[in-house]
C-alpha cells in the first residue's frame, strides 16, 4: 500500500497560490522573500537553505533544468529572467560571496510560468498572451509566439522532438509550435468550457497530458502523422467538504439512508481544478527487478526482449494534483492506482507539536521525483503562506486509499506489477475485483493462472470425458424366418444394389480409334517407395511460416457482397488452415469461401430457422459450428449440404424431448465453439456455459439422409451469477484448461476445465458488458514466447478496448480512437501478435500496435458498420465485414 507523510511545513515571504514553485526531487526552489530565492536539498529540508539575490520584484516562477550536471535554474519576476547555476551558486554562497545569475530577459512582464528545452539550452518564458522563447546562455530573445486569446498557462517542450513546443492557454485551447522553423504545427479547437492550467510531457512516449479548471485531464498524441488526436479523457470527479464535526460526519464508505435539510446544508463541493501534472516512469525499478528475478520456465520457453516484454514493463505513473487531493493513474491504462484526500488527516513525521497534519486545499502543485519509485509534493497552501513538503513513497501494488465521491474515471481496475505468482486481494469499491477459490491450487500448482497450464490432467477431470460408438455385434447368427428380399425379411434395410457394382457394358463410350501404339521411351522400373515429390510438399507446407516482421495489411485487395440484398455479416472466421473464410448471416444461413476468394467459390448452409450470430471452424478446418437465435447450434462438416449434429436439447439428442428433463435450450444459443483440439463443443445460452462431448458417424444413407447416428452428450454445465453470458473465448489450437465467460453484470469469470470450476472472477471491468473477449493464440504458422498466450482482449459498446495478462489479472493496455457505442464489434489478434484490429460503427476498420495506446491505421471501404475482423493465419491479410454484407481482404502489397 502507498505511504505518504507530511515531512514539513515551510514558511515563505508571500502566499504561493499562484506562484510556479520548482522541485526536481533534489532540490527545492521557493521564494525566500519577496525578491529572493532559496534553494533547499530535499533529504535535508531543515538545513539553512542556499540564498539566491538578483531580482528587485516580486518572483513570479521557478523551473529548474533537467541536465543534472551543471543543473540550472531559472528565476523570472517582472523585472529580470535569470538562470542560475546551482552547484556554482552554492560554492559562492558557503565562501559567502554573493551568488551571481546571468540574466537572459529583462521587463518581460509579469512572467506566469517558465521551463527549459531538453538540452537546456532555450528557456520558454509565458508572458500575457505570448511566448517568449530566450537563449539560456546569453540574454537574447529567439522568438515571440502568439496567437493566443487568452493568458497563456504553461509552455513546455517535447522531449521526444525537441524542437517541438507545446503551449497552454485560458482560451482552452493548446497549440504546437516548431522552433526549428519558426512555424505553427497545429493549433486545436476550443476543447472544453474552463481554461487549461497544467500541462506535462511524457518521458516514454510523445504523449502531452493537459489539465483543466473543470477536472478533466486530456491526453494527446503528438506523434508526427496522428493528427494531434485526444487519445484519453479522464474526469478526476469533485470530492465532498463537510463541516460538520467528525462525529456527525456521515462514513465514506456506507450508504446515506436519510438525510435531512439541514444535513445537506453543512454540505460543500470544493473545487477541483487540476493544479499540476507530472509523469512519474518506472523504468529504474523494472530492470532491478529483471536482473534479481529467477526464470522458472525452460530456457526455450524463457522471456526475451520484444512484443510481451514491452508489455509486461512497468507502466509509467500519471500524478495528478487538484484542488482536493492528489491522484495517481496507469498512464496506460488510465486507471485509478491511489488517491490522497486533503480533507483526511496526513501522517506528520517531524512535527513536534502534533502527529498528523490537515492541508484541507491547495493553491498550487508541483511533483518531483527522487530515487526509486518515491515522489516529492510540494502543496502550496492557498490561504496562509506556507508550504508543505510531503514524500509519497509508490509501491508496487497500488490501490486507493479512498476513492472520491461522484468520481467519473470510467475504468478501475487493480495493478498489480510485482511478480507474477502475486496473490491478488479484493480492491475496494469502485475497483476491479478478484475471487480466486481455493480448488485452483490444485489444477494450477502455483498461484498464478496460466493458459499453457503445468498441471496434467486430474483423475476426475471433466477433459477426460469422451462419447464412443456402440460396439456392434461380429458374431454371425443363423437368419431366422422368410429370408427373401420383401418385407419382414432380412433384405427389408438393403441399398438397391445388393452386391458388388454392376460393370458398364461400354455402349456410352466412344470407340478407341488408336489399337497399338509402340513403346518408344526408355523403359524404367517403378520403385517400390514413394517420390520425394510428395514428401518435398509435406516439407513445403509444414515449413511455412507467418512472416513476423512484416508490415500490417492496410491495402484493399477485394470486395465481395455475400448476397445479392445487403445482408449483415454478424461474424467472420478464417479457418486455422487458412483454406477457408466462415461468415454468419442475417438471412438465416452460413456461408464458406474458399480461398482465393470469388463469389463463385462460395457455399451456402441452410438450416437454421433465425438469424446465424457465431461461426467457428475446428482445428482440423474440416468442420465448423454455427449458432443461432433460433436456440439451437448445428455442426457442419465442409462440403454436406446438412448438418451432420444439431444441439436442440441440453442434454443428449438420443432420448425424447422432455424425457429426464432434456428439454431444448431457453434462451438463444450465443457462441458456439470447438474446444481441446476439436475433442469438445462449448456452446452459451442464456446464463449457462455447456460443454459437450460429441461422436460422428462416418456412414451416410443415401435413402433415409434425415436419420443420423451422430451422438452429443452434456459433460458439464457451469451457470454465472448474471443474467446472460455475452462473450466467450478458448483456444483450440492447443490444448488448454482455461475459458473466459464474459457475463452482463460486466464480469468475467475465468474457468479451469481441469478442474471444472471458476478459478477466477473480474468484475467491473467495463462500464458496459462485454461483448467481444479475443485471446492471443497465434496460428499453427507461428509460436510465441510462453507469456504471450496470456494476453487477452476484451471490449464493450460505448468504452474502450482493454489488454489483460492472465497471471497477474491487470489491464496493461488501454485502445481508443474507434466508434463503439451501440453494435457489437469484433475484435482480433494478428498472427504475429503485434497488432490488434477492431471494427467501428464509422465504416472503418482500425488497426492497433499493441504496445502504443493510439491506432496505426484507419482503413476506410465499407459502408455500414463493420461488425468483425479476422486475420488470415499464414498471410499478412485481414478479412473484414459489415452489416450491408460486404467482405473486405487487405493485404500489405
Given at each position: 500500500m502507498d505511504t505518504i507523510h507530511h515531512i514539513h511545513a515551510q514558511r515563505v515571504a508571500f502566499t504561493p497560490a499562484h506562484v510556479q514553485l520548482a522541485c526536481d526531487g533534489v532540490y527545492l526552489a521557493l521564494p525566500l522573500t519577496r525578491t529572493s530565492v532559496g534553494i533547499w536539498s530535499i533529504q535535508n529540508i531543515t538545513c539553512k537553505p542556499v540564498e539566491l539575490v538578483g531580482h528587485s520584484k516580486i518572483l513570479t516562477s521557478l523551473a529548474f533544468g533537467h541536465i543534472s550536471a551543471p543543473k540550472l535554474l531559472v528565476s523570472a519576476a517582472e523585472d529580470y529572467v535569470i538562470v542560475w547555476n546551482i552547484q556554482q551558486a552554492r560554492q559562492q554562497f558557503e565562501k559567502g560571496e554573493k551568488t551571481r545569475g546571468r540574466v537572459i530577459g529583462t521587463t518581460l512582464g509579469y512572467v506566469q510560468y517558465c521551463s527549459f528545452n531538453p538540452t537546456d539550452s532555450l528557456v520558454a518564458a509565458c508572458v500575457g498572451y505570448n511566448i517568449i522563447i530566450l537563449n539560456a546562455l546569453v540574454e537574447r530573445q529567439i522568438a515571440v509566439l502568439e496567437g493566443h486569446n487568452g493568458a497563456v498557462t504553461a509552455a513546455e517542450f517535447c522531449p521526444h522532438y525537441t524542437s517541438t513546443l507545446v503551449s497552454i492557454s485560458e482560451d482552452r485551447t493548446f497549440k504546437v509550435w516548431n522552433l526549428e522553423d519558426l512555424t505553427l504545427v497545429y493549433q486545436s479547437p476550443i476543447l472544453t468550457a474552463s481554461p487549461f492550467l497544467s500541462l506535462s510531457m511524457c518521458v516514454d512516449q510523445p504523449y502531452t497530458a493537459i489539465g483543466a479548471a473543470d477536472g478533466v485531464v486530456r491526453i494527446f498524441d503528438l506523434t508526427d502523422d496522428n493528427g494531434f488526436r485526444c487519445l484519453h479523457q479522464i474526469d478526476v470527479g469533485p470530492v465532498t467538504i463537510?463541516?460538520?464535526?467528525?462525529?456527525?460526519?456521515?462514513?465514506?464508505?456506507?450508504?446515506?439512508?436519510?438525510?435531512?435539510?439541514?444535513?445537506?446544508?453543512?454540505?460543500?463541493?470544493?473545487?477541483?481544478s487540476v493544479l499540476s501534472l507530472y509523469y512519474m516512469s518506472n523504468t529504474q525499478e523494472m530492470t532491478s527487478r529483471q536482473s534479481s528475478a529467477v526464470p522458472r520456465n525452460l530456457p526455450f520457453l524463457r522471456e526475451k526482449s520484444g512484443v510481451v516484454s514491452d508489455l509486461l514493463k512497468s507502466s509509467p505513473m500519471l500524478m495528478v494534483g487538484t484542488t482536493a487531493g492528489l491522484l495517481q493513474i496507469n498512464a496506460q491504462t488510465m486507471e485509478l492506482c491511489s488517491f490522497v484526500d486533503f480533507q483526511e488527516p496526513m501522517k506528520c513525521i517531524n512535527n513536534i507539536d502534533s502527529d498528523t497534519q490537515l492541508l484541507n486545499a491547495a493553491g498550487s502543485?508541483?511533483?518531483?521525483?527522487?530515487?526509486?519509485?518515491?515522489?516529492?509534493?510540494?502543496?502550496?497552501?492557498?490561504?496562509?503562506?506556507?508550504?508543505?513538503?510531503?514524500?509519497?513513497?509508490?509501491?508496487?501494488?497500488?490501490?486507493?486509499?479512498h476513492t472520491?465521491?461522484?468520481?467519473?474515471?470510467?475504468?478501475?481496475?487493480?495493478?498489480?506489477?510485482?511478480?507474477?505468482?502475486t496473490s491478488v486481494s479484493d480492491l475496494e469499491a469502485g475497483m476491479a475485483r478478484v475471487d480466486v477459490p481455493s480448488r485452483a491450487e490444485s489444477s494450477q500448482n502455483c498461484d498464478e493462472i496460466t493458459v499453457l497450464s503445468k498441471a496434467s490432467l486430474l483423475e476426475d477431470s471433466p477433459l477426460r470425458s469422451e462419447l464412443l460408438p456402440k460396439q456392434k455385434d461380429t458374431k454371425e447368427t443363423k437368419p431366422k424366418g422368410n429370408t427373401s428380399p420383401r418385407k419382414g425379411g432380412i433384405l427389408d434395410n438393403q441399398p438397391l444394389t445388393f452386391k458388388t457394382k454392376v460393370k458398364s457394358s461400354g455402349y456410352s463410350t466412344p470407340p478407341r480409334m488408336t489399337m497399338f501404339q509402340p513403346q518408344t521411351s526408355k523403359s524404367t522400373t517403378k520403385s517400390r517407395t514413394p517420390t520425394r515429390s510428395g514428401v518435398r510438399q509435406v516439407k513445403t507446407a509444414v515449413s511455412r511460416e507467418y512472416p513476423m516482421s512484416s508490415n500490417p495489411p492496410v491495402n484493399i485487395n477485394m470486395k465481395i457482397e455475400v448476397a445479392e440484398r445487403p445482408t449483415a455479416v454478424n461474424c467472420l472466421k478464417v479457418s486455422d488452415g487458412g483454406h477457408n473464410v466462415a461468415c454468419a448471416l442475417a438471412n438465416k444461413s452460413a456461408l464458406v469461401f474458399t480461398l482465393p476468394m470469388s463469389n463463385k467459390g462460395s457455399t451456402a448452409y441452410t438450416g437454421h430457422n433465425h438469424i446465424v450470430t457465431g461461426i467457428g471452424w475446428s482445428h482440423c478446418g474440416s468442420k465448423f459450428i454455427t449458432s443461432s437465435d433460433d436456440k439451437t447450434a448445428s455442426m457442419w462438416i465442409k462440403g454436406r449440404s446438412e448438418p451432420v449434429l444439431t444441439f436442440d436439447r441440453m442434454k443428449k439428442n438420443t432420448a425424447s424431448v422432455g424425457a429426464e428433463g432434456n428439454s431444448g435450450f431457453s434462451k438463444e444459443v450465443q457462441n458456439g465453439q470447438f474446444y481441446f483440439m476439436d475433442k469438445f463443443i462449448l456452446l452459451c445460452s442464456g446464463n449457462s456455459m455447456?460443454?459437450?462431448?460429441?461422436?460422428?458417424?462416418?456412414?451416410?444413407?443415401?435413402?433415409?439422409?434425415?436419420?443420423?447416428?451422430?451422438?452429443?452428450?452434456?459433460?458439464?454445465?457451469?451457470?454465472?451469477?448474471?443474467?446472460?453470458?455475452?462473450?466467450?473465448?478458448?483456444?483450440?489450437?492447443?490444448?488448454s484448461y482455461i475459458v473466459l465467460c464474459g457475463c452482463s453484470n460486466k464480469s468475467i469469470e475465468v474457468y479451469d476445465m481441469n478442474v471444472g470450476q471458476r478459478v477466477r472472477k473480474m468484475t467491473d471491468v467495463h462500464t458496459r458488458p462485454v461483448h467481444a473477449l479475443c485471446q492471443n493464440e497465434g496460428s499453427q504458422f507461428v509460436s510465441h514466447q510462453s507469456g504471450a498466450y496470456d494476453l487477452f482482449v476484451s471490449a464493450a459498446a460505448g468504452d474502450c478496448i482493454k489488454l489483460w495478462d492472465l497471471r497477474t489479472n491487470r489491464c496493461i493496455r488501454r485502445y481508443e480512437g474507434h466508434l463503439n457505442r451501440v453494435h457489437p464489434c469484433g475484435v482480433s489478434f494478428s498472427p504475429c501478435g503485434r497488432f490488434l484490429a477492431t471494427g467501428s460503427e464509422d465504416k472503418c476498420v482500425y488497426l492497433f500496435d499493441i504496445r502504443s495506446g493510439t491506432y496505426l491505421h484507419k482503413l476506410q471501404g465499407h459502408c455500414d458498420v463493420v461488425s468483425d475482423v479476422s486475420f488470415h493465419p499464414l498471410y499478412p491479410q485481414l478479412f473484414t465485414a459489415s452489416l450491408d454484407g460486404r467482405i473486405i481482404m487487405y493485404n500489405n502489397r
Open positions: 463537510s463541516s460538520r464535526p467528525t462525529w456527525k460526519q456521515q462514513d465514506k464508505n456506507s450508504t446515506c439512508t436519510t438525510d435531512t435539510q439541514d444535513n445537506l446544508d453543512d454540505m460543500v463541493e470544493t473545487g477541483y502543485i508541483i511533483f518531483g521525483q527522487g530515487t526509486g519509485n518515491k515522489m516529492w509534493c510540494i502543496i502550496g497552501s492557498p490561504f496562509q503562506n506556507i508550504v508543505h513538503i510531503l514524500e509519497w513513497n509508490v509501491s508496487s501494488k497500488t490501490k486507493p486509499t472520491p465521491s461522484r468520481s467519473d474515471i470510467s475504468t478501475r481496475s487493480e495493478n498489480v506489477r510485482g511478480k507474477r505468482n455447456f460443454m459437450y462431448k460429441y461422436y460422428l458417424d462416418p456412414s451416410k444413407n443415401e435413402i433415409q439422409r434425415y436419420l443420423t447416428q451422430s451422438r452429443y452428450k452434456l459433460v458439464q454445465q457451469w451457470q454465472m451469477e448474471s443474467q446472460q453470458l455475452v462473450a466467450m473465448s478458448a483456444v483450440n489450437s492447443f490444448l
